[in-house]
């Protein structure tokens, strides 16, 4: 019996659970006498009877066949590449330091390795993923792209607008015939080509993406610090498709700051969030329990700042719990015991706190990074971290609010969840400096799943940054108000696909731009500005916007 058959008799049993998928798996591979077949296979016998027309397609039965369904439960396929290693500004003592990798990465992380083993080309790490990701029985139409490896900005220019041209190059040559509109792109580095001539030749690329290409890029991560943020930079990033930005903040807390060598002070880092917010953008910060010069107590407070200070506020948080590495400067000091970390109970239990004091609005990204426990010398060694808060917390009868914890893709919910659970819509309001921000979610009526949300930001109007209103092509960027990121939440669905039981693909983005078209109305502002990634423009071009330099627009 070949696996196409295999598949076949597993599809007749007609399992409506991971777990009877599994145990049916189990049963006729028995029955045959061979080994376990892996889900890949399966997947990929089961997709060539779909070619065939021998089946109907079944989505709970590709969900229970795809490896590592969690990649894909936000509603978007996240791809993240690496720079090349380069020089980093930043004296940080925790930061570990390896000659092969950039500032901050061990060669033993899993994206950091990968990158590593394809000498850190973005062509090939975003050809190799995406590869991976539709072998793994996930869609790939719709990605996130997240580049990491350092401080952004202090990369030479052309070095950044190469990265992305390749980038790009990549998702739309995945299905493309002819190779390339720029085949010498690959070698750019090395010849006289200009940031001017990458740019065009990125332009090219992102219209195709944008029009054509199957493969599209939805929005794009830059991570950098926040000394960095300037006007110009921000023009660049937004010239490149840049839609969000990671900015380690580590800690609000000069003293800290100061101790640790971080290289710049809080009042900078708000700065970068004021321009960041101007310019439309979503931050996500990072926070860095378990510094020196810290205690489990004041790490509570300081996280708690973030969602009362309105210079702070963010839209995400990765919160990385500070560990030693043996590369770091940290490590000496470690050794000499000058610094010593508090206790995994008190980080345990500061964890707890930090989770039940997010706001409803903010997601919680990340709880730690993905450092191998034999690289740790001192500090967190949890690895699974977050589903160790999660059961414990549900012991307690805690919950977390923020948003990845309620997302649709998160909850156990019957295929009938829209039915039963029908959306409601949502609107929190909270002040920021040099704005008001606006929080529209569809969730159910007791706000513990959300469906999709909107971030709407009204700039307050007697501020202004002429200079980065210039450098962005805006007369004034006050008069104008922001829909800064707008996300429907549930198992990723090709484009032009329907499935009753999930939540994209059944108007709610649209409903939810329509409520901000009537905020913004109503408080006077004539155009609505959206920070769109590239490969989603044609979903705003549907509802009246048109690009305007690097935003979607529309006169309201």
């Known amino acids: 019996m070949n696996i196409e058959q295999i598949i076949t008799k597993i599809i007749s049993f007609q399992p409506t659970t991971r777990a009877e998928f599994d145990d049916v798996k189990r049963k006729v591979c028995n029955k045959l006498s061979i080994n376990q077949i892996s889900n890949r296979d399966l997947l990929q016998a089961y997709q060539n009877l779909l070619k065939k027309k021998r089946v109907e397609p079944d989505k709970i039965l590709e969900r229970f066949m795809r490896k590592a369904d969690i990649r894909t439960l936000s509603g978007v396929a996240v791809v993240t590449s690496l720079c090349k290693p380069y020089n980093c500004p930043g004296k940080c003592i925790y930061c570990p330091t390896e000659a092969r990798m950039p500032k901050s990465y061990l060669a033993s992380e899993p994206a950091a390795a990968r990158a590593l083993a394809l000498q850190f080309d973005p062509y090939e790490q975003m050809t190799r993923r995406i590869e991976m990701l539709r072998l793994s029985g996930h869609p790939t139409d719709k990605i996130e792209y997240i580049i990491k490896g350092g401080s952004w900005n202090v990369y030479p220019l052309k070095y950044q607008y190469w990265f992305i041209l390749e980038s790009f190059r990549a998702a739309n040559n995945l299905e493309r015939s002819e190779r390339s509109l720029f085949e010498a792109s690959s070698n750019a580095l090395k010849s006289d080509s200009s940031v001017a001539s990458l740019l065009r030749n990125l332009k090219k690329e992102q219209n195709y993406n944008d029009k054509i290409a199957k493969h599209k890029i939805i929005g794009l991560t830059l991570e950098t610090r926040p000394d960095c943020i300037t006007p110009d930079t ?110 995994e109970k008190k980080l345990f239990e500061a964890l707890i706190v930090m989770k039940i004091s997010t ?50 893709g998160h909850s156990t919910l019957p295929p009938n969840h829209l039915t039963t659970l029908p959306p409601k819509l949502f609107v929190d309001k909270y002040e920021t400096t040099g704005g008001t921000e606006y929080f529209l979610s569809y969730e159910d009526k007791k706000r513990q799943v959300v469906y999709g949300f909107l971030r709407l930001r009204l700039p307050n109007k007697e501020k202004n940054n002429s200079n980065l209103s210039s450098l962005l092509g805006f007369s004034s960027l006050s008069s104008i108000s922001f829909i800064r990121e707008l996300h429907t939440y549930g198992q990723l669905l090709e484009l032009g696909t329907k499935n009753k039981s999930a939540s994209q693909h059944k108007g709610l983005g649209k409903k939810l731009v329509e409520e901000a078209e009537k905020i913004a109305k109503k408080n006077r502002y004539k155009k609505l500005a959206v920070i769109s990634g590239v490969g989603v423009r044609g979903y705003y071009r549907k509802l009246g916007y048109k690009l305007e330099k690097t935003y979607m627009t529309k006169n309201i």
């Open 234 to 343: 921000i023009h660049h990033m937004r010239q490149m498709g840049c839609t969000r930005i990671e900015l380690g903040l580590q800690a609000p807390d000069d003293k800290i700051l100061k101790l640790v060598k971080r290289g710049h002070t809080v009042e900078q880092f708000k700065d970068a969030m004021l321009l960041l917010r101007q310019a439309g953008f979503k931050v996500d910060l990072h926070f860095m329990p378990d510094l020196p010069g810290t205690t489990a107590k004041h790490d509570v407070e300081m996280y708690k700042s973030l969602f009362t200070d309105p210079g702070f506020k963010p839209d995400m948080v990765k919160i990385y719990p500070c560990t030693v590495i043996k590369t770091a400067d940290l490590y000496k000091w470690y050794k000499q015991k000058k610094y010593k970390p508090y206790s």
């Open 359 to 408: 706001p409803r609005y903010c997601r919680i990204s990340r709880l730690i990074r993905d450092i191998p426990d034999n690289e740790i010398m001192g500090g967190n060694m949890i690895t699974n971290l977050r589903q160790n808060l999660k059961k414990e917390m549900a012991i307690r009868g805690l919950k977390c609010e923020c948003l990845r914890c309620r997302e649709v």
